[in-house]
Structure formats: structure tokens, C-alpha cells
């Protein structure tokens, strides 16, 4: 006989855990209770001391899916109290504010089986959801997590739905956002504001007939509004481009299930994993044949999510095993999320709209990624993953507000970081509304009262300037350092690195733009070892998606010719002679772009890094890894040595001229980049070297480049639960900030 108190520490409320406890007890024939606490849940157990052993040994592989289990701590040898059986305490509810967040979660296959039973009381109904599914973090209004407290609240439960919810048996105990179609949410299906509305099942019935006649139709999801299409037939998704005004971008696909995946994408073990995983995000997989279904991804990769919703596999069926599923927004604009403001903004792109009564009270993105060893590689952390907190070595309150762009902020409190979803573009009004709104969501729902924060060193970043608006001590920290510290927390790494840090742009400490870093330094600070040679941006921004700019500027310092080359070059010659508006960025973005107009693979960008994507492709779809590279050279300047690309420009354009593929040309560039990253690395004298910065989403370098530094004797890190592209830069903020608030103590 023994008595012992466990303290588990994690997610472990509101996923079925009590009841989870309440059966495992019985099996073990233990006595005692369950309670909440402010960090997770309370055990006493009463019982046989080889029995309490068993059922503690057992808790992390048996606990129900959604639960995370951060910790679990065992006081033994209490007094014997004698309980006569296991009670599950009412939680305090006002101590619950620390207590983890669960992101949203796919459909369960207990569910999914419910749903396709006919007779059963949710048959068919689709917003069927138990304790280990459904939505979380874009129902929740506030905390402590309770239906009133959701955009459930307007739903009070039915006799029968209550009853389940009060059954400890029941996989629905407890289970907030629990309902049927007696009591729950509606689906309806309209043309438009002014359409009569047709309901319930009837609804999907209409939108699942219009899609399949080729109609673009607007679908509610979880964290926001999609526009879905069929993607068999190339006109309607140009159609879908052109309403949209989203010219080439990649398109993401919902496929029924895994084997309709195959039929684009190759879908190795690993893949399938994180595609099939309860999170649900867009995997990048690689096309099953090269150049193919280009009107979906311009790219080698497709982006495929299976569905997460049961509307979504009610939607899909039989005769519809995929759609185009993309986020309804417009231009730059935040992902739709309200009726009114679909039926409003949409009006002119869908041609129907396949909506419901649950708001949306959270915007959340579908997440994207890759797969590199097994993991998710991110290019999105979002829904799915958001609110769940990253670990660090972290102890004060803290606010840390990312860069522009790819805008993500991070809160932090005690060990937890906590990086919001997606937001996107801070320089769109909405973007930015929104990222303020989710600042002051964040630090209600995790009661965080930042007393310090941390922002990017560029002036003009509306990040920036909302932190600036937070009247707490701000510390400004240089945008490619925060990469390097970002993928150090990533990794749990402290002490002295190398950051090999290659993205499109980031405010240097020198007051040009850079890009092309090799770090050498910790949270404490850095060095710049290496970088390349500058190039002047013609024109400024324009040089982003004007690549011609850059191409023309790379060759012109080159000594190559390039006034027959492209249509504006009297105009180039003349600014760039005269040095008017050509700013100079070491951006290794820039240094792709150019080297892809150079190489005639693309000579204007519809969105920023086309120029990088589209020549990796190039380089994939040649289908081999040419070994071929270019000489390397660097000279020094200040103390930091700078890769000089004229060379390698020249040797490009004499092979271009003996008629090398633009494929087999684009290889050899990125193998000689990343010869110039094994050498610049071994100056720094350091072992371990960190990847980040957006450029390292090529995935021609992601499965090359850390072999070649092993392979010299490096140890390599790179991103794993944040995002290699700005979207994790808060996360190395604020890790920076941190450190600077300790060592001042
Ligand atoms: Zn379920
Ligand atoms: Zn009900
Ligand atoms: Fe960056």
C-alpha cells in the first residue's frame, strides 16, 4: 500500500485527460482524485505500490492524443489517507490562467466514423467534434477555456449532448465545443448577401454540385475562409488567378486522402506522417513528374493538405478527391474569416458560398511545410501548432515583435515561449490591425504582462514602431543576428556559433542592407565574419520584383555586356553610372534573383524570392545533382571578408554562351554558393553552425549543403519548430533580450 501525489505539467486540460485518468485508475484499482491546477493537473493515488508504478510508467504512451505531457513529478511515501474511491475535483477555475491552449485539431477517427454511420445522432452533421477534436484556439474569446467563453457559447447544449458531456464515460466528457444538429451550428450554402439561403445538408449537397460543374466556391475552415475549385481543369484555375489577381503563386490542394496525394506528388513514409498527422498542415511534396501540373505550382512542389474539418470531408467524397483550397483574401490583405466580410469582399471571386453560423473568432492560416528528417521544416507555423508554446531557456514576462513581412510576434513567461500564428504583411492596414489585436489576445489568454521588448533594428518596421508604442525597455536587435539566435533557441544551443544566415534583406549595422551573413557570436552578440560583395538595388524596392534590375547590375560590374539584354538598360546604365536610387544589399535573395534573370529563367517576379524558387526548380527538374562549380573568391574589407560574385557572373554567361541548360547552370551556381559557405564557415573557428534566413527553404540546399559541412566537421543545426524565413525571427529576439536582461542583473 502506498499513497503518492503526481503533478503533471502540459497540456492536459480540456483534451480528455480526467477521463482518460478515471479509467486507467480503475484499471489499477487506485483510490484518491484529479484535480486541475494552474499548470496542468493533480493526482493523488491510493493503491498497491506496483500498481501505482504501472500506471505512472504508462501515462505519456496511453494519454489521449491532444495531451502533452511537458513533465510529470512524483512525491511518494505520503501518509496512507484511505480514500475510498477517485474523485475528479471541480477545477478552481480562476487559478487555471497559465494552463496551456490546444491548437485545432483535425477530425478524429472516432468521429470521422460517427459521421459516416447513418443512424447516428451526427450522422452527416458537420461540426461533430469529441475531447480529442475539433476547434480550439479560433473558437476561444478568453480563458479559462469553457463553451461560454467560445464562439460556442451561442449554443446551448441539448438534453442529449449535456448528458454525454457529464458522462465520464463519454468520449465527449467535458468536451466544450460538443453539439449535434439539434443544438449546434448550421451550415448554409448561398450565391450571395442577398441569395436565399439553403441548409444543412442540402447546402453541401448544392456547393459539391456547383464545384464539380467548375464553379470557384468560398468554404468557412477553421481559421478562415477558402476559396475551392476543381484543379483537374487548368481554365478554371486560371479563372480562380485571374479573379484573385494571384498571378503565379503555387495554389494549395485539399486531397481526400493520402493515395489521392500520390496521384500528383511522390509521398514518401515520412511525408505521409506529417501529412496524416492531426495538425493537418500544407505538405510540400514533390512532384511525381517533373513540369507537371504547372497551373497548381510553377515549382517542383505541390502544397497538399488532407481535409481537418468533417464539413471538409463531407465536401470531398467519392466523385471530389481534391480541390484547389486556397486562403480568401485579397492581395495582401489578413484570410477572410466573418460571413458578412466574405459576402462582402468576395462577391466577385466565388461564385458561391459554402458558410456556417460558429464564428471564427481567431484568424489562424493553414500551416506549410516540408519534410526534412522526419519533421516538419516550416515555412508556416500556424494553425494546428498555434498557441502551443515553444520551450526556451526564458524566465521573464517578455514581448518580442519580428520583423515585417512575414510578421509573427512572441510572447514569453517563465520556460515558454508562445510565437503566434501567421499574420503576414504589417504594411496592409488589416495586417497590421490584426497583429495588434493578436498581441492583446496572447497576452489575455497567457496572462502576460510584457516587461520588456524587443523589435528589429529597421526604423520604418511597423513592428518596430508598435513595440516603440509599448512603453517598456526596448532593446533593437539586428535582423540577422535574430535569425542566428532564433535557430539557437530552436536547438536549445547556448555558448559561442556560427550563423550562416542567407535571406532577401535585413537592416545591417552599418546602415546598408545585408543578407549573405556568416555570424560568429551567441545571444550576447556577433561578428561578421563573411558576407558577399554588395550590389546596387536599381531603383531601390523595385529591384525586388523587377529582377532584370539586378541581373543588369551583376553584369554591368562584371565587365559583361548586358545592354542588348534587357528593355530598360539605357535607363539601368544611366542610374547605376550616376549612382541614383541603387542602395546596396548583400542579400543572397537578391544575389538568386539575378542570377535567375541572368540565366533567362525569369526576368520579372510576381511575388518576392520568385526568382530563387523558380531557379531552383530549374535546377531540380534537370533531375540530377551536377557536381560542377564555379572558382571562389573573397577580399576583405573591415575586417569581414566578402565573397565576390563577378567571377562566377562571367563564368555563368560563358557557359550560357556555349549553350549549357539554364537547369544544369542554376545547380552549379547553388554548388558553388554553397562551397563559399563550407570555407566562409571555417574562419570562424567555431564547431557548430546554425542555418536561417528564408533562402534556406531551398530545398535543393537543405538536402546538400548540411552533408558538406558535416562532412568538413561541422556540427549543423537548423530550424525545427519555428520558421527558417522572418516568421521566426521573434522567437531569436527575443532570446537576445533575455539574454541582456540577465547579464545586467
Ligand atoms: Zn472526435
Ligand atoms: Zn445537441
Ligand atoms: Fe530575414
Request: with cysteine.
Amino acid at each position: 500500500m502506498e499513497r503518492v501525489r503526481i503533478n503533471i505539467y502540459g497540456i492536459v486540460q480540456g483534451v480528455g485527460f480526467r477521463p482518460f485518468i478515471h479509467k486507467a485508475v480503475i484499471d489499477h484499482r487506485l483510490t484518491g482524485y484529479i484535480k486541475n491546477t494552474s499548470s496542468g493537473v493533480e493526482i493523488e493515488a491510493e493503491g498497491d505500490a506496483s500498481e501505482i508504478e504501472k500506471f505512472i510508467s504508462t501515462l505519456p504512451e496511453k494519454a489521449p492524443k491532444l495531451a502533452v505531457i511537458e513533465n510529470i513529478s512524483v512525491k511518494h511515501g505520503l501518509p496512507i489517507i484511505g480514500y475510498k474511491d477517485f474523485e475528479i475535483k471541480s477545477s478552481r477555475t480562476d487559478k487555471m490562467r497559465n494552463t496551456l491552449i490546444s491548437p485545432d485539431i483535425c477530425i478524429c477517427d472516432d468521429c470521422l466514423r460517427e459521421l459516416n454511420t447513418p443512424g447516428n445522432r451526427r450522422y452527416k452533421y458537420p461540426f461533430i467534434n469529441c475531447t480529442n477534436c475539433g476547434p480550439r484556439f479560433t473558437i476561444i474569446k478568453d480563458v479559462p477555456y469553457d463553451r461560454v467563453k467560445t464562439s460556442m457559447g451561442a449554443f446551448p447544449m441539448c438534453h442529449d449532448c449535456e448528458e454525454e458531456y457529464h458522462d465520464i464515460n463519454n468520449r465527449r466528457y467535458h468536451a466544450q465545443p460538443d453539439c449535434c444538429s439539434v443544438c449546434g451550428p448550421e451550415v448554409f450554402f448561398a450565391h450571395g448577401r442577398d441569395d436565399e439561403n439553403i441548409t444543412g445538408n442540402a447546402a453541401i449537397e448544392q456547393a459539391r454540385r456547383e464545384l464539380k460543374d467548375g464553379r470557384i466556391i468560398a468554404v468557412k475552415g477553421l481559421g478562415g475562409i477558402h476559396l475551392a475549385c476543381r484543379c483537374d481543369m487548368p481554365e478554371i484555375v486560371s479563372e480562380l488567378r485571374l479573379r484573385k489577381h494571384r498571378d503565379e503563386k503555387p495554389f494549395a490542394i485539399m486531397c481526400r486522402d493520402t493515395a489521392a496525394a500520390e496521384k500528383l506528388c511522390e509521398v514518401s513514409d515520412e511525408e505521409k506522417k506529417i501529412l496524416e498527422s492531426f495538425r493537418r498542415p500544407i505538405t510540400l511534396l514533390r512532384k511525381k513528374i517533373p513540369g507537371t501540373y504547372m497551373h497548381l505550382s510553377e515549382n517542383e512542389y505541390i502544397g497538399i493538405m488532407l481535409p481537418y474539418t468533417p464539413l471538409h470531408y463531407l465536401l470531398l467524397g467519392d466523385d471530389i478527391d481534391m480541390l484547389v483550397m486556397t486562403s480568401a483574401n485579397i492581395s495582401d490583405e489578413p484570410i477572410i474569416y466573418s460571413n458578412d466580410e466574405a459576402l462582402e469582399k468576395l462577391s466577385d471571386i466565388a461564385d458561391g458560398f459554402l458558410l456556417h453560423n460558429r464564428d471564427i473568432v481567431t484568424r489562424c492560416d493553414d500551416s506549410l511545410c516540408w519534410t526534412l528528417d522526419g519533421h516538419e521544416y516550416f515555412a508556416r507555423r500556424s494553425r494546428g501548432y498555434v498557441p502551443f508554446p515553444v520551450r526556451a531557456d526564458t524566465s521573464d514576462m517578455l514581448f518580442a515583435a519580428g520583423a515585417e513581412q512575414k510578421a509573427s510576434f512572441c510572447l514569453s513567461k517563465e520556460n515558454y515561449v508562445f510565437p503566434s500564428q501567421h499574420i503576414g504583411d504589417l504594411k496592409n492596414y488589416e495586417t497590421l490591425e490584426n497583429y495588434e489585436q493578436q498581441a492583446e489576445h496572447f497576452k489575455r489568454l497567457f496572462d502576460i504582462v510584457p516587461a520588456a521588448a524587443a523589435c528589429d533594428m529597421h526604423p520604418d518596421y511597423l513592428s518596430t514602431q508598435y513595440a516603440e508604442s509599448l512603453g517598456v525597455p526596448l532593446l533593437k536587435v539586428q535582423h540577422h543576428h535574430a535569425h542566428m539566435a532564433a535557430c539557437m533557441a530552436d536547438n536549445d544551443l547556448e555558448g559561442k556559433v556560427t550563423g550562416l544566415i542567407w535571406d532577401g534583406t535585413g537592416l545591417g549595422t552599418d546602415g546598408t542592407i545585408w543578407g549573405s551573413e556568416c555570424l560568429s557570436g551567441g545571444y550576447g552578440g556577433f561578428d561578421r565574419i563573411a558576407s558577399i560583395k554588395p550590389i546596387p538595388l536599381i531603383g531601390g524596392d523595385r529591384a525586388v520584383k523587377e529582377i532584370d534590375r539586378v541581373a543588369f547590375a551583376l553584369l554591368s560590374l562584371s565587365g559583361e555586356s548586358a545592354c542588348s539584354e534587357f528593355e530598360s538598360s539605357a535607363q539601368y546604365a544611366e542610374m547605376l553610372s550616376r549612382s541614383i536610387n541603387c542602395p546596396l544589399s548583400s542579400g543572397m535573395g537578391r544575389l538568386f534573383d539575378g542570377a535567375a534573370a541572368i540565366l533567362g529563367i525569369k526576368d520579372r517576379a510576381s511575388y518576392e524570392g520568385q526568382g530563387a524558387v523558380l531557379l531552383e526548380a530549374a535546377a531540380e527538374r534537370g533531375g540530377c545533382r551536377p557536381d560542377g562549380e564555379y572558382p571562389i573568391e573573397f577580399y576583405e574589407e573591415g575586417g569581414t571578408v566578402f565573397f565576390d560574385w563577378r567571377p562566377i557572373i562571367k563564368e555563368m554567361v560563358n557557359d550560357r554562351r556555349r549553350g549549357k541548360a539554364a537547369g544544369a547552370l542554376a545547380a552549379v551556381f547553388m554548388n558553388t554558393l554553397m562551397k563559399m559557405a563550407v570555407e566562409e564557415c571555417t574562419r570562424t573557428g567555431n564547431e557548430r553552425v546554425v542555418l536561417s534566413g528564408g533562402t534556406f527553404q531551398n530545398m535543393y540546399i537543405m538536402h546538400t549543403l548540411p552533408g558538406m559541412l558535416e562532412k568538413a566537421g561541422f556540427e549543423v543545426f537548423r530550424h525545427r519548430r519555428v520558421s527558417c524565413n522572418d516568421e521566426g525571427i521573434s522567437l531569436g529576439q527575443l532570446c537576445v533580450l533575455q539574454y541582456h536582461l540577465r547579464s545586467q542583473r
